[in-house]
């Protein structure tokens, strides 16, 4: 029985640092979510990942870089909230980037090998 097979090909990218994981696929989306929704916790809850987790996510990829990542406010009449400082979209923008290009460069080499 001679079966073509179809084979694809995925790679990962962490950055990170003695401190910790700086950015992955997964912070990423946390990201992406805080921005879109203005909060920690609804991105959280969007991933179906616990607040805890989110915040220490959060605050990991923060204490790593000169400004922060994620700026918060207090509570008030309509509540606190999260969002990304220009540093943080930033670093969506060039992690997206390196991710898209590590994609095409692994889907180039992986076309180059015969099976």
């Not at 969007?46 to 923060?62: C, F, I, L, R």
């Not at 400004?67 to 540093?87: A, E, M, R, Y």
């Given at each position: 029985?001679?079966?073509?097979?179809?084979?694809?090909?995925?790679?990962?990218?962490?950055?990170?640092?003695?401190?910790?994981?700086?950015?992955?696929?997964?912070?990423?989306?946390?990201?992406?979510?805080?921005?879109?929704?203005?909060?920690?916790?609804?991105?959280?809850?969007?991933?179906?990942?616990?607040?805890?987790?989110?915040?220490?996510?959060?605050?990991?990829?923060?204490l790593q870089f000169k400004t922060p990542i994620v700026?918060?406010?207090?509570?008030?009449?309509?509540?606190?909230?999260?969002?990304?400082?220009?540093?943080?979209?930033?670093?969506?923008e060039k992690y997206a980037s390196l991710l898209e290009?590590?994609?095409?460069?692994?889907?180039?080499?992986?076309?180059?090998?015969?099976?």
């Amino acid at each position: 029985m001679n079966k073509a097979l179809d084979f694809k090909i995925k790679g990962r990218i962490w950055i990170y640092s003695d401190s910790g994981t700086v950015i992955g696929e997964g912070r990423l989306k946390l990201l992406i979510g805080i921005d879109e929704t203005g909060s920690i916790s609804q991105a959280a809850k969007q991933m179906k990942m616990s607040y805890k987790k989110a915040w220490e996510m959060v605050n990991t990829m923060n204490l790593q870089f000169k400004t922060p990542i994620v700026v918060g406010s207090q509570g008030g009449v309509h509540g606190g909230g999260s969002k990304l400082s220009d540093n943080g979209k930033k670093l969506i923008e060039k992690y997206a980037s390196l991710l898209e290009k590590n994609e095409n460069f692994l889907c180039d080499e992986f076309l180059k090998m015969k099976f």
